[in-house]
């Protein structure tokens, strides 16, 4: 089974502070993905890699940035956090399938309460 | 990307056969229909994907109609499990910009006894 694991379930932090939120997949996928889901905006996506070191911005990067340094973990940071980052956190990995499709596997979600 | 539409809930009956609408009329020649659902506090789960055939897995098939613009999710015998938040997104293949699919609101079936 595909294992994708969030360094944590539920975080609280103050606003200003420094936020890593961590993931780690271990099915040697290539790409992998963060997500922040809000009620009634649905899952939108930060930011996503293709492979190591490698990063893309999605819709919403502002106030974020990302690390892949090894294939298999994809940090998101937050540099300053802010209230309006309070949300829920979803990262996710997958691999090419044969016709360029892939298969998205989420992990459990971080729930980050900034005050 | 091309964008989704799905009804916000719909009902089920137990045993019944569920039929998920989704309405994607900008979708591009090379994007794919994906479907995830999304059970309560966990993170999503893939279903099924297409490009222009119905396909069919063990959990679920896949209903595309020739013009591609709209697809029907079938949960053959809908159970209690089912209940969830079901997600149609359409996506390009393989290239830079396939990361950026967006997940709407989805629609949330409730599945009942």
């Known amino acids: 089974d595909v294992k994708v694991t969030q360094s944590s379930r539920y975080l609280v932090k103050r606003t200003g502070e420094k936020v890593f939120l961590e993931c780690v997949q271990d099915m040697d996928h290539e790409n992998m993905f963060w997500y922040r889901q809000d009620p009634g905006l649905g899952l939108r996506l930060i930011y996503f890699?293709?492979?190591?070191?490698?990063?893309e911005k999605g819709d919403i990067p502002e106030g974020y940035s990302v690390s892949r340094e090894k294939k298999e973990r994809f940090s998101l940071i937050l540099e300053s956090a802010s209230t309006n980052q309070t949300s829920m956190y979803l990262c996710?990995?997958?691999?090419?399938?044969?016709?360029?499709?892939?298969?998205?596997?989420f992990g459990p979600g971080t729930r980050l309460t900034v005050l | 990307d091309a964008k989704t539409t799905q009804p916000p809930s719909m009902d089920c009956a137990e045993g019944r056969a569920a039929n998920l609408p989704c309405n994607h009329s900008?979708?591009?020649?090379?994007?794919?229909v994906y479907w995830y659902r999304q059970i309560h506090s966990q993170g999503p789960q893939y279903i099924i994907h297409?490009?222009?055939n119905n396909e069919t897995n063990e959990m679920a098939s896949l209903i595309i109609t020739e013009d591609r613009k709209s697809s029907t999710l079938i949960l053959p015998h809908a159970t209690l499990r089912d209940t969830a938040v079901y997600y149609c997104i359409v996506r390009l293949g393989k290239n830079t910009n396939a990361g950026k699919s967006t997940f709407g609101d989805g629609t949330t079936l409730t599945v009942k006894p």
């Open positions: 890699s293709y492979d190591v070191k490698m990063k």
């Open positions: 996710a990995s997958s691999f090419w399938r044969g016709l360029g499709t892939d298969t998205q596997y």
């Open positions: 900008t979708i591009s020649g090379n994007e794919y």
């Open positions: 297409g490009l222009k």
